[in-house]
């Protein structure tokens, strides 16, 4: 399949030839799959049923597990049902879905920490004007156009890779169709355009990268100024999950773009891959939810209020 025909579908990488781990990897990523789902669902009907989480940090903090839903859902599915039915192809049309939707939640995503950076700059900055500047209409404005963006950018991008045939190789040395191998097989004229899209891209993230810097700069010399131990623990506890969720996306991002594949492995490329893929949105409900008391009371009456006799001391300890 290595030669320069007109490529009608792609090859993607699977971690064994041997039947038996191709089952065993299946299940193993079926299970980081189904706890990804579960952790961000939890914390969404948590948000959702509990009227005390109403307000605009949890807001966005329930869009954001949305999001981490369908980023996950993206590849491991279609690579978990390829582990167990043995199949290695992927048609066109079925990866320019995935590049689409890849791009479309990676991008929202990224949006919507820029928009829950300013609800902490303001809560902490200029809490007397809290209510009257982070309106429930405001933040359903953020949240739609950070979908507007997200949108806009994988309908750009994909819209480019895709308008024209691809030739060569159709052996993508990844599990899900990853964007630099398929640029390898574009035309000159799709690599071009795209690369004149990503110098515009890398302006417009340039721009944000500043504000979220400076965000934050204002957020932590405001927190030095409490002269209160306890009222500095509270603030830097309100913002310091999301911080950790933001640097967890940014090293994420940074692995996927600045990774060399040309001297690691392909089975080293497919292990960063998957690790870029799936932990973020593993890790998200653990880092920003599980250790908020709020999310974990409201998850306690929830599961109570679904399983009364059930015992709670998972979410108590």
């Not at 209409?137 to 739609?144: F, S, Y």
């Not at 515009?200 to 131990?229: E, G, M, N």
Request: proline share 4%.
């Amino acid at each position: 399949m290595g030669n320069l025909s007109i490529i009608t579908e792609f090859l993607l990488m699977e971690f064994s030839s041997t039947r038996e781990l191709q089952v065993l990897h299946a299940a193993l990523f079926l299970l980081i799959y189904l706890a990804a789902l579960l952790g961000n669902l939890l914390t969404c009907a948590a948000i959702i049923t509990d009227p005390h989480l109403h307000c605009p940090m949890y807001f966005f903090l329930s869009k954001l597990s949305l999001l981490d839903i369908g980023n996950i859902s993206v590849t491991l599915p279609k690579f978990i049902v390829n582990s167990l039915c043995g199949v290695q192809s992927l048609s066109l049309l079925g990866c320019a879905a995935q590049i689409f939707f890849f791009l479309l939640f990676g991008t929202t995503e990224f949006a919507l920490l820029v928009a829950m950076s300013y609800d902490r700059f303001v809560a902490i900055c200029q809490p007397l004007h809290y209510g009257i500047i982070m309106t429930p209409a405001r933040c359903l404005w953020a949240a739609a156009g950070s979908w507007l963006s997200g949108l806009l950018y994988s309908t750009v991008h994909t819209g480019n890779m895709f308008r024209l045939p691809f030739s060569g190789s159709n052996v993508i040395h990844q599990f899900f169709c990853d964007i630099p191998h398929v640029l390898k097989v574009s035309t000159s004229d799709v690599f071009n355009t795209e690369f004149i899209l990503i110098v515009a891209s890398l302006c417009c993230l340039s721009c944000c990268f500043a504000f979220l810097i400076a965000s934050y700069a204002r957020i932590f010399s405001s927190v030095l100024k409490i002269p209160s131990v306890e009222g500095r623990y509270k603030a830097i506890s309100t913002c310091s999950p999301q911080l950790i969720i933001l640097m967890l996306f940014l090293i994420s991002i940074m692995i996927a773009v600045l990774k060399d594949t040309s001297d690691t492995s392909p089975v080293q490329n497919l292990l960063v891959a998957m690790a870029y893929t799936t932990i973020p949105p593993l890790l998200n409900p653990l880092i920003y939810s599980l250790r908020n008391q709020k999310v974990t009371a409201a998850m306690g009456k929830m599961i109570k209020r679904i399983f009364p006799h059930t015992s709670l001391k998972i979410l108590k300890s």
